[in-house]
C-alpha cells in the first residue's frame, strides 16, 4: 500500500503534465521565460554548459531576467542525455548533507557510501566542473550549492575514474561588500536520537580581492542497524549463523572548514588559493550479537566495541585561469595537496556461550593511517569558431598511503595484553598516475554536432603488506579512453543523442589494504590487495520530444567490482572482502516528464534496468535475470504569500541480476516551508522517509553459503531548519575554481 503510494503519484503527474500544462505555459507569461531558457539550454555544446553558447556578460543579463520572472521547475533536460536538478527553493535545499541530498535527486541512487547513477553505475563528483574526493564532497554546506548536473555520458575532459559525474554546482557570488547565512538544523529520529547541524557561510568582496569561508558542525546521534543470516545447509557442514550489528554512533565532532582568497588581475585572468577540511571524531559503541548452530551444538557470542575514532583531512588548492583571446579560449593551471590523517582507538569486550561454558576476553584495536596526495594538471580550451571548440589537457598525480594496525588480546583474568601477529599488519602503497586527453566539438550540417575525445593514462604503483605473510609487489599499465558523443537536432521540438564513453574504475586504497575490521570473533572486514580495476563500455541512444525526455543503453563492465562475505579457515569464520566478478551487462531505458504550472511544479521519472552479473570464480549460486522499476515524483505546491509545500516519493523495485537479489525499498518526505522578513529568515519542517522504507537488503548464495542481510539507515526523522540570510552588497563576481584528482575518490 505504501509503495502503491509512489506509483499513483507517478502515473498521475505523468498523465496530468501531457494534458494540462502546454495550455498554461502559452498562457503564463512567467512559463515563457522558462521556456526561453530551456532553449539556451538545448543549444548549448556537448559539454553541457550554457556559457559555451552565450557570451559571459549576455549569459548574466538572460539568467537574471528569468530567475526574477519564471518560477523553474526542478529538472531540465540536456540534448545529450544530461539533467539539470534546481536545488534552491526545492525539498532538496532543506538537506543537511550533500549525501542526504544527492539521494533525493531523480536517478541517483546512494546506499552503503556509494553514489550511482540508474543504468550507469558508480558515478564521481565534481565540483564547479572540478573533480573533487568524498571528503571535500562531505563537507559542501548545502545551503551554497544552486543544482546539480547528472552527466550519465562524460566526455574525455573528465577524469576516466567513474561511470557517470555528478557536478556539484555552488551559487555565483555577483555580489560586492558582504553577504553571509546562518542556519541551524534540529533532526529528531526515534530510530537514532537527536542530532543538530549548525551551517554557516560568509562572502566578502571588495575591488580585486574576494574571500568566502565557511564552517559546519553536527553534533549527537546516528545508527545503523544489520541483521544478517549466513547459512550452510549442506548436513556434512550444517551451519546456521544468525548475527545482529548495532552502530549507534556518537557524533563527538563532525565539522567542516574552508576558506578561499582570490585576486583578480583583470576581466581576462585571476588567481585563488583554497584551504579546506574536515573532522570526524567518532564515539559511541558497535553491539554485535551472533547466535551460531552447527553439527556440534549452539553456540553464542556478544561482542561491544566501544569506538574513538578520528580523522582529520586537510586540502589546500591553488589555480590560475587565463581567458587568452577575445573568442574565449582559456587557460587554467591548478596544483594540490591532500593529507588525510586517521586514527582508531577501539576498545572490544568479547563474552561468549560455548558448550555452557562463559569466556570472556579483551581486545584493543590500534590503527594509524596516512595518505598524501600531490596533484597537478593543466587545462586549455581553445574556441576555433561559434560550434567549433578544441580542449586539451594533462594531469600528473602522486600518492603515497601508510598504515599500521595492532591488534592487542588479553583474558579477563590478568587483563595482560599481548600482540596477536595473525590480526596486527603493516600496508604501504605508492601510486603514479599520469594522464592526458584532448575533445573536438563541432557542428555537421545544420543538424548534427559532435563531440569526439580520448584519454590516455598511465599508471604505477607498488604494494607491500605483512597481512598474511609478507606480500610485495608492482605494476606499470596504460589505458586508453575513446568517446564519442551525437547530438541531433530534427526540430525546434525534437531532439535525439547518442553516445560510446569508455571509464575506469581504480579500486578505493583501503579496498586494497588488508588490514582487518573486527566486527566479532567469525567476522572480519578486511581490504584486497590483488583487486583490479574495472572497466567500462558504455552505449546509450536517446530523445527529447518538448518537455519529454527518453533514453535507453547498455553497459558492458570487464572486472566489475563488488563484493562478499567469503569463508575464513576456521570452519564458522567469514570475512567481507571487495572483489572482481567477471563481467557484467546493463541493459537500461528512462522516461522522464517535468512541468511547471503557476502553483505547481512537478518532476517524474520512470525508469527500467536489466543487470545480469557473470562469475566462475568464486562459486556463486546462480539465480535468476529480473528487470528492476524505479519512479520518482518531486511535486512543489505554491499557496502565494503564505507557504510552499513539497512532496518528493521514489521506488526501486526488487532486482536480480544472476548471483545475487535485491529488495525494493522506497522513501516518502513531506515539507512545508515559509519564509518571513523579506524573505531573510526562512523556516521548513520536513518529516523524511515518513514509513521508513529506505532499507537495503538482499540475499546471494556464495561458497555453498546462503547468506541474507538488510541493513537499516536513520532516514526516518523529523527536522526544523531555520536560515536567516545577511548582506549589503552590490554586483560584482567571486570565482572559485580548483583541481583535484580521481586519487582522492578513492581515499576512503
Excluded at 550452510?232 to 565532532?253: A, C, G
Excluded at 605508492?430 to 584532448?438: H, L, P, S, V, W
Aim: contains cysteine; glycine residues 6%.
Amino acid at each position: 500500500m505504501k509503495f502503491l503510494i509512489v506509483v499513483v503519484i507517478s502515473i498521475y503527474c505523468l498523465i496530468f503534465s501531457s494534458i494540462e500544462v502546454k495550455a498554461q505555459a502559452v498562457k503564463n507569461n512567467r512559463d515563457k521565460s522558462y521556456v526561453e531558457e530551456d532553449k539556451l539550454i538545448e543549444k548549448t555544446t556537448l559539454s553541457g554548459s550554457a556559457s559555451d553558447s552565450i557570451p559571459k556578460d549576455q549569459d548574466h543579463n538572460q539568467l537574471n531576467e528569468v530567475v526574477v520572472k519564471s518560477n523553474p521547475s526542478l529538472l531540465k533536460y540536456g540534448a545529450n542525455g544530461t539533467i539539470d536538478v534546481n536545488v534552491k527553493g526545492t525539498v532538496l535545499a532543506t538537506s543537511s548533507s550533500v549525501n542526504e541530498l544527492l539521494s533525493r535527486v531523480p536517478n541517483v541512487v546512494v546506499a552503503e557510501g556509494q553514489i550511482s547513477v540508474l543504468g550507469k553505475g558508480e558515478a564521481i563528483i565534481y565540483l564547479n566542473g572540478i573533480l573533487i574526493n568524498y571528503e571535500r564532497f562531505a563537507a559542501i554546506p548545502v545551503s551554497q550549492i544552486a543544482k546539480i548536473e547528472v552527466i550519465s555520458n562524460p566526455s574525455s575532459k573528465y577524469d576516466a575514474e567513474g561511470k557517470a559525474v555528478v557536478n556539484i554546482i555552488t551559487k555565483q557570488n555577483i555580489e560586492s561588500g558582504i553577504m553571509g547565512s546562518a542556519s541551524q538544523h534540529v533532526t529528531v529520529s526515534k530510530f537514532a536520537g537527536t542530532s543538530t547541524n549548525t551551517l554557516l557561510d560568509f562572502n566578502y568582496s571588495k575591488g580585486k580581492i574576494s574571500f568566502i569561508t565557511n564552517y559546519g558542525l553536527q553534533l549527537g546521534k546516528g545508527r545503523e542497524l544489520l541483521y544478517t543470516t549466513r547459512t550452510r545447509p549442506n548436513p556434512d557442514e550444517y551451519m546456521k549463523s544468525v548475527l545482529t550489528t548495532d552502530w549507534r554512533r556518537q557524533f563527538n565532532n563532525y565539522s567542516n572548514f574552508g576558506f578561499g582568497l582570490q585576486y583578480t588581475f583583470s576581466e581576462k585572468s585571476y588567481i585563488s588559493l583554497a584551504y579546506s577540511g574536515n573532522i570526524e571524531d567518532l564515539g559511541g559503541e558497535v553491539e554485535s550479537r551472533n547466535s551460531i548452530t552447527n553439527n556440534t551444538g549452539n553456540s553464542f557470542y556478544a561482542t561491544d566495541i566501544a569506538k574513538n575514532d578520528v580523522l582529520l583531512n586537510q586540502f589546500v588548492n591553488l589555480n590560475y585561469n587565463l581567458i587568452t583571446d577575445p573568442k574565449g579560449s582559456s587557460l587554467f593551471i591548478g596544483t594540490q595537496y591532500s593529507n588525510y590523517n586517521g586514527t582508531v582507538r577501539d576498545f572490544i569486550e568479547e563474552n561468549s556461550l560455548v558448550d555452557e561454558n562463559n569466556i570472556q576476553k579483551y581486545l584493543k584495536n590500534n590503527v594509524g593511517s596516512t595518505i598524501n596526495i600531490v596533484a597537478a594538471q593543466a587545462d586549455y580550451s581553445k574556441k576555433i569558431k561559434e560550434n567549433t571548440k578544441l580542449e586539451m589537457g594533462a594531469k600528473y598525480s602522486y600518492a603515497t598511503i601508510k598504515s599500521g594496525t595492532d591488534f592487542l588480546i588479553a583474558n579477563a583474568d590478568d587483563m595482560n595484553f599481548e600482540l596477536d601477529d595473525e590480526l596486527s599488519s603493516d600496508f604501504k602503497y605508492n601510486e603514479k598516475i599520469a594522464a592526458a586527453y584532448f575533445t573536438f566539438g563541432s557542428t555537421w550540417g545544420e543538424k548534427v554536432n559532435f563531440s569526439v575525445g580520448a584519454r590516455a593514462e598511465r599508471t604505477n604503483y607498488d604494494l607491500y603488506t605483512n597481512a598474511n605473510g609478507i606480500q610485495k609487489f608492482g605494476k606499470s599499465y596504460g589505458n586508453f579512453f575513446p568517446n564519442l558523443l551525437l547530438n541531433f537536432d530534427f526540430s525546434e521540438d525534437w531532439k535525439g543523442h547518442f553516445s560510446y564513453v569508455s571509464r575506469i574504475t581504480r579500486p578505493r586504497y583501503q579496498a586494497l589494504n588488508p588490514y582487518v575490521i573486527y566486527q566479532d570473533p567469525f567476522t572480519t572486514i578486511e581490504g584486497n590487495p590483488n583487486l583490479l580495476p574495472e572497466k567500462v563500455h558504455a552505449f546509450e541512444i536517446g530523445t527529447m520530444y518538448k518537455k519529454f525526455d527518453f533514453k535507453m543503453g547498455y553497459t558492458y563492465k570487464i572486472d566489475p567490482i563488488s563484493g562478499a562475505a567469503l569463508r575464513g579457515d576456521t570452519p564458522n569464520s567469514y570475512i567481507l572482502r571487495s572483489l572482481n566478478l567477471e563481467k557484467e551487462h546493463t541493459f537500461f531505458t528512462s522516461l522522464s516528464r517535468s512541468f511547471n504550472v503557476k502553483w505547481w511544479n512537478s518532476t517524474n521519472t520512470v525508469s527500467m534496468n536489466l543487470t545480469k552479473a557473470i562469475d566462475d570464480f568464486y562459486e556463486y549460486a546462480t539465480g535468476p535475470v529480473k528487470p528492476q522499476i524505479y519512479l520518482y515524483s518531486n511535486n512543489t505546491f505554491t499557496i502565494p504569500d503564505l507557504f510552499k509545500v513539497q512532496l518528493l516519493a521514489w521506488y526501486l523495485g526488487n532486482k536480480s541480476y544472476g548471483l545475487r537479489s535485491d529488495n525494493s525499498r522506497s522513501t516518502v518526505t513531506l515539507g512545508i516551508e515559509r519564509n518571513f522578513f523579506k524573505d531573510a529568515l526562512k523556516l521548513n519542517f520536513t518529516a523524511n522517509d515518513i514509513f521508513h522504507k529506505f532499507m537495503v537488503s538482499g540475499d546471494y548464495e556464495v561458497g555453498q553459503t546462503q547468506i541474507y542481510y538488510h541493513r537499516t539507515y536513520t532516514t526516518n526523522y523529523f527536522k526544523l531548519i531555520a536560515t536567516y540570510s545577511f548582506g549589503n552588497s552590490k554586483k560584482t563576481n567571486y570565482k572559485k575554481t580548483e583541481i583535484e584528482q580521481s586519487e582522492n575518490n578513492r581515499a576512503r
